[in-house]
């Protein structure tokens, strides 16, 4: 495949990528294999940047032009306004380069357009870089009913930075169960295993060997708490929704194949994970209705899907493809995934309940409903000594504990332990 330059290629890649309606943070490496190796991370942050900040570059779009305009127009343009407002990128260099994408891509006279509206952003780039005046909204970029939800647990400065913490690129996080060399990872002495990954993935050696992986800080933590409810690591466990296997891997590396089992829906990612697991059982079944035997486990994990809010600084275009509309569906579903848990853990059992979403109707009220329902069963409090100390604000009075990524570096994971107790 030939190479071309970053900007054009930036551009053909969100084309496409809105025409497969495909996540850009697991089709970017087909990116990289189009233009040089020294301009990928320029591209990587351009289309990033773009997607994550749509809303206030839309914004900006409106103040600079009164008509409407095609959708691969409007792409380009936003790809623009991204390097005006937030990139350094001299504005001759700027306007030159993306006049002769938008001739090679639009057509002559839409670049002429092009050449216009950007020439007038760099004039008025000092007040397009200012967010006075903008709604939180526009400001953080995100869609409202996102800014609401995130509104029900924080306020004011709280909740400014934390939506503002979605739009920075997150460090390649992972574990590593065998030493990395010091180029490869940086070790974190806050977690076990805990490293931060200083090449890509890709071309580190434990990667390779399957002995390290990619895996956020707050999925560690998820694991270690989880963990800490087996000191002995003698139980009986199961992970009810084991896609894609990271937490599934890091719970076989402590446990013997016969102790866990997992279950997934799709047969491809059940694959995936005995690919990276071998000699572990993993079933593919709906684990709304598995077919297990009652009171089977000592442990079940579920990692139940939900909107992805804690995630959002990892898969910048989850905010503008999520809708409110999807959030009844998922309560539904992680309601109907726990009363299977509960059907399948014995007497003094455990069910780690996890989403990788703050949103109460996912976390907090998601338990408050379960235990109304299943009187018994009760939170089980995390104990503060099973994670750092850097990690502990993260526990709540109720035992529960809800990571957030401007607070603790995370993604913003929910985990709260529920116990069985004799009917």
Excluded at 130 to 154: C, M, N, Y
Aim: glycine share 6%; charged share 30%.
């Amino acid at each position: 495949m030939s190479e071309i330059k970053p900007r054009r290629a930036a551009w053909e890649f969100l084309r496409d990528s809105s025409k497969r309606d495909s996540y850009i943070n697991l089709e970017i490496e087909n990116l990289h294999q189009r233009i040089k190796p020294n301009e990928r991370a320029f591209a990587t942050e351009l289309i990033f940047g773009s997607v994550r900040m749509r809303l206030r570059l839309d914004d900006s779009i409106e103040k600079l032009i009164d008509r409407a305009i095609e959708d691969e127009v409007r792409e380009l343009l936003r790809l623009g306004l991204y390097e005006v407002i937030f990139m350094t990128t001299a504005d001759h260099a700027l306007v030159n380069e993306y006049v002769e994408v938008s001739k090679t891509v639009l057509g002559k006279a839409r670049s002429s357009f092009i050449n216009a509206v950007l020439r007038r952003a760099c004039r008025e780039r000092e007040s397009l870089q200012s967010d006075d005046g903008l709604s939180l909204e526009v400001k953080a970029s995100h869609p409202k009913w996102i800014v609401d939800a995130f509104s029900l647990l924080l306020e004011g400065e709280r909740l400014s930075d934390e939506l503002l913490s979605h739009n920075r690129g997150a460090e390649v996080q992972g574990v590593a169960f065998e030493t990395m060399s010091e180029d490869e990872g940086l070790r974190d002495a806050r977690l076990p295993y805990g490293h931060t990954f200083l090449k890509p993935p890709s071309a580190i050696s434990t990667v390779k060997s399957g002995a390290s992986f990619v895996q956020d800080f707050g999925s560690q933590l998820v694991c270690e708490v989880a963990l800490a409810t087996d000191r002995e690591k003698e139980m009986k466990w199961l992970d009810l929704c084991a896609g894609p296997g990271g937490k599934f891997a890091y719970l076989a590396h402590h446990l013997q194949s016969e102790q866990l089992i997992g279950m997934e829906l799709h047969r491809h990612r059940a694959d995936l994970i005995r690919g990276r697991v071998k000699g572990y059982e993993v079933l593919v079944d709906d684990a709304r209705d598995s077919g297990l035997p009652s009171e089977s486990f000592d442990r079940i994990l579920l990692d139940a899907p939900c909107t992805g809010l804690g995630a959002l600084r990892r898969r910048p275009d989850a905010r503008w493809r999520r809708s409110e509309s999807d959030l009844k569906a998922l309560v539904k579903l992680q309601r109907e995934l726990l009363d299977s848990a509960a059907k399948l853990v014995r007497i003094g059992g455990v069910i780690i309940y996890v989403t990788c979403s703050p949103h109460p109707l996912e976390t907090r009220t998601q338990v408050a409903d379960f235990l109304r329902t299943h009187p018994n069963f009760k939170v089980l409090p995390v104990e503060r000594d099973t994670i750092d100390k850097s990690y502990q604000s993260s526990i709540g009075a109720d035992g529960m504990m809800q990571l957030m990524t401007a607070e603790h570096g995370t993604d913003g994971m929910f985990l709260a332990l529920v116990q069985r107790e004799d009917q």
